[in-house]
């Protein structure tokens, strides 16, 4: 986290005290953060897929319904981003990505916030299931993503 900071020209951060009492951080310096990281980590889509996993078990550990999880997310990132799930099947849920942050606002990959979703269904299933995602339908800044669970 340290070199994500120091990319960031955000090594002040890493021993504040004062936390925000809503617990948020302003879209500039989550956006400087997503830059800086993708910068480190440029051309690793497996790792960012990896951290947007563990991001899902940190910000949500467990307890809370996939729905939840996909409301809440959107409305963290205050943007004019959408996510949405349009479709929920037996063993699936399809999710409608819309101006997506990531790839749109800040110009990085969308793997991080892929294995996030990933993550996030998976714990929200009674048992530990095997979730996979396949990309359905992709423009420039929009996504929609099958996600499948055996």
């Known amino acids: 986290m340290k070199s994500v900071l120091k990319e960031a020209e955000m090594l002040d951060l890493k021993d504040a005290r004062e936390v925000d009492p809503n617990g948020t951080i302003d879209f500039f310096t989550f956006k400087k953060l997503i830059i800086a990281q993708n910068s480190l980590l440029y051309g690793c889509y497996k790792l960012l897929y990896n951290l947007g996993m563990k991001l899902a078990i940190y910000l949500y550990p467990y307890g809370k319904s996939f729905q939840d999880i996909v409301e809440e997310i959107?409305?963290?990132i205050k943007t004019d981003w959408d996510v949405q799930i349009i479709?929920?099947?037996?063993?699936?849920f399809t999710v409608e990505?819309?101006?997506?942050?990531?790839?749109h606002e800040i110009g990085?990959?969308?793997?991080?916030?892929?294995g996030f979703l990933v993550q996030s269904?998976?714990?929200?299933l009674p048992e530990n299931k095997n979730v996979t995602y396949v990309s359905e339908k992709e423009?420039?800044?929009s996504h929609i993503l099958k996600l499948l669970w055996k």
Request: overall charge positive.
């Open 74 to 76: 959107t409305e963290l």
């Open 87 to 92: 479709d929920q099947g037996v063993n699936s």
């Open 97 to 103: 990505i819309k101006n997506c942050v990531f790839c």
């Open 108 to 114: 990085v990959p969308c793997q991080l916030f892929f």
């Open 121 to 124: 269904l998976k714990k929200s």
């Open 139 to 141: 423009t420039q800044n």
